[in-house]
């Protein structure tokens, strides 16, 4: 009678399916309202830039001699024609920005690949070969963490050349030794577990066990790393288009804006103040983005 019992209530009680990793994730994600506005803001953001030839009203290299420094629509002499205003030689700053955010978003990625693909092979690398390699690859990236990093691109940049790609290739140097120490301390986690012990005895070779068994359990640092990078990215292009040394005019860049503008701060405060939010808006949005990856990735912040 009993064995019955339990048989009869094994089948009575219904059996729960776990719900899909991706449902999980998003049910902890979307606790975090800062991070879904952030992911709002980069979802538009990302729109503007893909369709920025068909949303800009202009070009944003078309000049317009009668229409030097315009102000906002809601200002006294604005208009619809420039509805966020024109800069000095008569270029919509609306179409300006909507063309930026392609060229910020373009710089993101390319940093962001860049610095991880390679901050990943060489994290493993020091992982996995220890002694002099370790020793010598993590030495680097502690005298690159030394040094400000906005410095460090400055002196890359100024032997390089000025330019936008030598300017991404240099943010993505500076970025690099974070993704290299996170790499290297989260295998250095997963070499001693049960599974990779498992896999070394049934013979996985070495390029197997950093790639397969090993990178797959790194990934939740290395994405939220990753997503913050996008800011930073962001920030330090800007900067060096700011000084000269990244994008040239008339390239709609952001920093490039905040340059060209500068002297126009006192009679017209759009030129410097609209590229300005544009930065910061974009900047804080990938924060709180990586805010919130960071607390749905964490199993201990789950808890």
């Not at 502690?142 to 790609?165: K, N, Y």
Request: proline share 7%; net charge neutral.
């Amino acid at each position: 009678m009993a064995a019955e019992a339990k048989t009869l209530a094994a089948a009575v009680v219904p059996t729960q399916t776990p719900p899909h990793p991706f449902v999980e994730f998003w049910g902890y994600f979307k606790r975090n309202a800062g991070a879904v506005a952030g992911l709002t803001l980069i979802v538009i953001v990302s729109l503007l830039a893909i369709f920025a030839d068909f949303v800009a009203p202009h070009s944003p290299f078309l000049t317009n001699p009668d229409a030097l420094l315009r102000p906002p629509f809601w200002a006294e002499g604005g208009s619809f024609v420039y509805p966020l205003g024109s800069d000095a030689i008569g270029r919509d700053i609306l179409s300006r920005l909507i063309h930026g955010a392609r060229l910020s978003l373009l710089i993101g990625i390319v940093v962001v690949s860049l610095s991880l693909v390679v901050g990943i092979a060489l994290g493993l690398v020091a992982s996995f070969f220890r002694g002099l390699t370790e020793i010598a690859i993590m030495r680097l990236m502690d005298i690159m963490l030394t040094l400000p990093s906005l410095l460090l691109a400055i002196v890359i940049v100024a032997i390089l050349g000025p330019g936008l790609a030598n300017a991404m290739f240099a943010v993505a140097i500076v970025v690099l030794p974070h993704y290299v120490r996170i790499t290297r301390a989260v295998a250095l986690s997963e070499l001693s577990k049960t599974y990779v012990v498992a896999s070394r005895m049934c013979g996985a070779g070495l390029p197997r066990l950093m790639f397969s068994t090993v990178l797959p359990n790194c990934m939740a640092p290395l994405i939220v790393q990753a997503t913050l990078g996008f800011s930073t990215a962001i920030l330090d292009a800007a900067a060096l288009g700011f000084l000269g040394l990244g994008a040239q005019p008339p390239t709609p860049e952001w920093g490039t804006m905040l340059a060209d503008s500068r002297e126009f701060v006192l009679r017209a405060w759009w030129v410097v103040t609209l590229p300005g939010i544009a930065i910061l808006a974009t900047v804080l949005a990938f924060n709180l983005l990586g805010d919130g990856l960071r607390d749905a990735l964490d199993p201990k912040l789950k808890r």
